[in-house]
């Protein structure tokens, strides 16, 4: 499951799928579903979006933090 997990971090902004995933570790796709199924308790697309939206939210954030630092420097 770490090398799942280190899949996802690494390249969820990619063109990522479970069956890439299932390959690179050598496993069928539908047994890479069950196991991320049973570990997270969620299926691998519901993994992928959120983590998609929550690196966009933090990016997000981040930039406003970067602009509004600038503006009280001035």
């Known amino acids: 499951i770490y090398k799942i ?17 299932a390959k ?9 579903s069950r196991i991320i199924k049973n570990h997270y308790g969620c299926t691998f697309i519901k993994i992928l979006t959120t983590k998609r ?3 966009k939210i ?3 954030y981040l930039q406003l933090t970067m602009m ?6 001035e």
Request: contains cysteine; proline residues 0%; hydrophobic residues 40%.
């Open 58 to 60: 933090v990016t997000n």
């Open 68 to 73: 509004t630092s600038c503006i009280f420097v």
């Open 24 to 32: 690179k570790v050598n496993i069928s796709s539908r047994q890479l």
């Open 5 to 21: 997990d280190a899949m996802i971090n690494e390249n969820y902004s990619d063109n990522l799928s479970l069956d890439l995933i």
């Open 53 to 55: 939206i929550n690196m």
